[in-house]
């Protein structure tokens, strides 16, 4: 039967399903997959604050894509399917959980200005926080309480969430220490992910410069939004740079943010961003199976040279439990 085959519908005639500051959201090629589209604008002070930032998006494109592909390769789990084009990748869609969890190792931004803390003092522990995802409310800080007792997760989730968040924590830490990055601190998001009767939680949203504090070791220097947020220009070269390090970008290979769509919708015509390749080489010590520009999924990591397959969880629903050891995974019950 003809009509059931997915048929290719051009980017300007999908559904567009959501759109929010920095992506749009689209309907997918198939049931229960988006399209994450990033766009080039940048806001801060929830949104008070707003510029288009030529190539942010595709930036962001990349830099999330290598996160989340090597969070699939260790066995965290997320929404992330593949990369489409330099502005896009494909997701599964899920029912996002409305909490912003930030995960802090160096007191900066709100933390340090709550608590008085000198912006760069390194936390006794990594410490994770809540924010309840609110615009017209600021996104305020909650606690867990708050999260229960409005049902916004459940326990059994709250205790999923800070598991992912406390594995996806280490790995960004070591990813960026390796390359001379110093992880401040970042925000992730996460959502349920339903397999026919099973469901479990996924790391979703983006992981990028827009969403992480990241300061060079040595000089110190800003390599995130706050260079937009604090007025300090060189957007772009910094999250060119991370990309860079990471060995998504080769050394003289340079993002040409235009033509960007000045608005996305259903009738806009999508020009995709280019990427120049001049030498493309990754950088030392982490390699990426993907400096080009078409999509290919990595299956292993390369740390120090070495090549280690991760024994991950893999596919199979998981659900972690915080035990007085630590984080184990809990086998769904089948049946
Ligand atoms: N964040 C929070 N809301 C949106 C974003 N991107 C990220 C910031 C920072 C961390 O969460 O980019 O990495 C903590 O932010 P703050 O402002 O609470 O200090
Ligand atoms: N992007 C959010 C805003 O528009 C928060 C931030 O990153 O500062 O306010």
New binding site residues.
């Given amino acids: 039967m003809d009509f059931l085959k997915p048929r290719y519908t051009p980017m300007n005639r999908r559904r567009r399903i959501y759109e929010g500051k920095a992506k749009v959201l689209f309907e997918g090629p198939e049931p229960g997959t988006l399209v994450q589209h990033f766009k080039d604008d940048a806001t801060a002070f929830n949104a008070k604050k707003h510029e288009v930032i030529d190539g942010k998006g595709v930036l962001n494109n990349r830099i999330s894509e290598f996160v989340f592909q090597h969070l699939n390769d260790i066995g965290v789990p997320t929404h992330f399917i593949r990369r489409l084009n330099m502005r896009e990748q494909l997701i599964r869609e899920v029912e996002i959980i409305p909490l ?1 969890v ?1 995960v ?1 190792n160096v007191a ?6 709550r608590l008085g803390l000198e912006e760069g003092t390194q936390l006794p522990r990594s410490i994770i ?1 809540f ?1 309840y995802k609110n615009d017209a409310l600021n ?1 305020p ?1 909650v606690s867990e309480e708050h999260v229960t007792a409005f049902g916004w997760a459940t326990p059994q989730e709250i205790d999923d969430i800070m598991a992912l968040a406390i594995r996806v924590n280490d790995f960004l830490s070591g990813l960026f220490l390796g390359v001379g990055i110093r992880l ?4 992730m998001e996460t959502g349920r992910l339903w397999e026919g009767e099973m469901m479990r939680i996924v790391v979703a949203d983006e992981i990028s410069p ?4 990241l300061w060079d070791i040595k000089s110190q220097d800003k390599l ?3 260079r937009f ?1 604090r007025d300090l220009g060189g957007l772009i070269e910094a999250y060119t740079e991370v990309a860079r390090r990471l060995g998504i970008l080769g050394e003289n290979e340079k993002v040409q943010g235009g033509p960007a769509p000045r608005s996305v919708g259903r009738h806009t015509s999508f020009a995709p961003a280019t990427c120049t390749r001049q030498n493309a080489r990754p950088a030392p010590g982490i390699s990426t199976s993907d400096h080009g520009i078409s999509p290919k999924p990595s299956s292993d990591l390369r740390i120090d040279g070495v090549r280690r397959r991760v024994a991950g969880l893999g596919r199979r629903p998981v659900r972690l439990r915080r035990t007085r050891n630590g984080f184990r995974p809990r086998r769904a019950r089948s049946g």
């Fill in positions: 912003e930030v802090r900066a931004g709100s933390l340090a200005t926080e924010y996104d800080m401040v601190d970042f925000k827009d969403s992480c504090r995130d939004k706050d947020r």
